[in-house]
């Protein structure tokens, strides 16, 4: 079945603790994403990856480092997390940034930081 | 800079009416256009997407949209809502043109409700 998956889908942490989202596409899609949700915000993207090695900034990149070493996997990793990143995150695969294909998303991870 | 709004936080109608869930955005150039629903604890799923070619487009669970450059509009629409549309609803942006590609701008989400 075609997916991505997420995990942890749930974590309650504490500030300054790092910690890693992993994310993962079965579809060898070159493009993926990660979002975070708030109520009232929408979805705002905080990094993309056009393919393996190539990562980019979106619109709320500060406090959070991704990498893309294999084309299945962009992991989100927060270095020294805040309360200001509680947030509900989505990560989204597509076959490529340059296809006008639609987004796969993941079923989420709820993060809570204490 | 690249923006969408949706003017509505909250859309509510009755079962068998027709439903409309409005969209604006404001991309310079030809802007691909899409729709996701999200159902509670789910990730977002894909419903239609505008490229090129005909304004109104189809998609899944009998959603059409229209695409009005003049208006930079992109309403969803369905002629007969159902109790099971209910979900939260939004509208995203992609600017196909140079080092911006990558991204994609969604709005804020209109949450609809049907009544039966």
């Known amino acids: 079945e075609a997916q991505v998956t997420q995990n942890p889908r749930y974590l309650i942490t504490v500030t300054g603790k790092k910690l890693t989202v992993t994310c993962s596409q079965n579809m060898n899609h070159e493009y993926m994403s990660w979002y975070r949700q708030d109520p009232g915000l929408g979805l705002r993207q905080i990094y993309y990856s056009m393919n393996v090695e190539v990562t980019d900034k979106g619109d709320v990149p500060e406090g959070y480092k991704v990498s893309r070493k294999e084309k299945r996997n962009f992991p989100l990793i927060l270095e020294s997390p805040s309360p200001n990143q509680t947030s509900l995150y989505f990560c989204a695969s597509s076959l490529g940034g340059y296809n006008t294909g639609e987004l796969f998303f993941g079923e989420g991870s709820r993060l809570t930081v204490l | 800079a690249q923006s969408v709004a949706q003017p509505e936080d909250q859309v509510n109608v009755a079962e068998g009416n027709p439903l409309t869930v409005k969209c604006t955005y404001s991309v310079s150039g030809n802007p691909y256009l899409f729709w996701y629903v999200q159902y509670p604890n789910r990730g977002l799923q894909f419903l239609l997407k505008y490229i090129t070619g005909d304004n109104l487009v189809k998609g899944s669970y009998g959603f059409e949209a229209e695409f009005n450059k003049s208006q930079t509009s992109f309403h969803l629409k369905k002629p007969s809502a159902l109790v099971s549309d209910s979900a939260l609803y939004f509208c995203?942006?992609?600017?196909?043109?140079?080092?911006?590609?990558?991204?994609?701008?969604f709005g804020r989400g209109t949450q609809l409700t049907v009544w039966p």
């Open positions: 995203a942006v992609r600017d196909p043109r140079g080092s911006t590609l990558g991204r994609l701008y």
